[in-house]
């Protein structure tokens, strides 16, 4: 049981460059979301997603997209990179949106803009 | 919006002594409160749930409690060990019940 995957693990870009930072989970969680943690600030909520087709916005939306078209997939897309999107990145998920749930975590991308 | 606040960034203790994290939060009574280990390098891990009308709760060697007068959470580590050491970061639902919010984490280290 693989758990939630995440790749790449580590990623350097240039700004304006895009990317897409996948995220797939093999337990049939309905609830996906995504995290950026940033020394001092703790993990911050980017997106989130309460089941396919159903997304919304955290707490850091900007300059980030997401889309759910499965339930076991749920990446992240930078549009056009900024300095301050260096940051590591972790997809969670966990069974619904019920919050007495343990939320399982990947093992996160690092990602560095230059 | 509600607030978590760990209120030690880093907590050093000698092994076999209890450690013992704070968890304050305002504006907020969430109906849970989470607590994760983090390891360097790697993504948060589950350790206990704990419901609001329960004032406490055990695993192995850990302890929670969550005073809802008092608005904080305390997680006891006891008889601790060097691979004790870590990040441990506390977790509530945002008031609108879609996200988890956490707190900055304590850094533990245990030292032999």
């Known amino acids: 049981n693989a758990g939630v995957t995440q790749t790449p693990k580590f990623q350097v870009l240039k700004t304006g460059q895009s990317m897409t930072l996948q995220c797939a989970q093999d337990m049939n969680h309905e609830y996906m979301s995504w995290y950026r943690q940033d020394p001092g600030m703790g993990l911050r909520l980017i997106h989130y997603?309460?089941?396919?087709?159903?997304?919304d916005q955290g707490e850091v939306p900007n300059g980030y997209n997401v889309s759910r078209s499965t339930t076991e997939d749920f990446p992240l897309r930078l549009l056009s990179a900024a300095p301050s999107q260096t940051s590591v990145y972790f997809c969670?998920?966990?069974?619904?949106?019920?919050?007495?749930?343990?939320?399982?975590f990947g093992d996160g991308t690092r990602l560095s803009i230059l | 919006s509600q607030k978590i606040e760990q209120n030690s960034e880093a907590l050093n203790i000698q092994e076999g002594k209890t450690a013992t994290l704070t968890c304050n939060y305002t504006?907020?009574?969430?109906?849970?409160l989470q607590w994760y280990r983090q390891d360097p390098g790697r993504g948060p891990v589950f350790l206990l749930l704990i419901r609001e009308n329960e004032k406490e709760k055990r695993k192995e060697r850990l302890k929670v409690t969550f005073d809802t007068t008092l608005k904080q959470s305390l997680f006891h580590i006891t008889a601790s060990q060097p691979a004790d050491s870590a990040t441990y970061l506390c977790?509530?639902?945002?008031?609108?019940?879609?996200?988890?919010?956490f707190g900055k984490g304590t850094t533990l280290s245990v030292s032999s």
């Open positions: 977790a509530l639902d945002n008031q609108a019940g879609t996200a988890l919010i």
């Open positions: 969670a998920s966990r069974v619904d949106r019920e919050g007495n749930q343990p939320q399982h």
């Open positions: 997603s309460v089941g396919a087709g159903i997304t």
């Open positions: 504006n907020y009574s969430p109906a849970y």
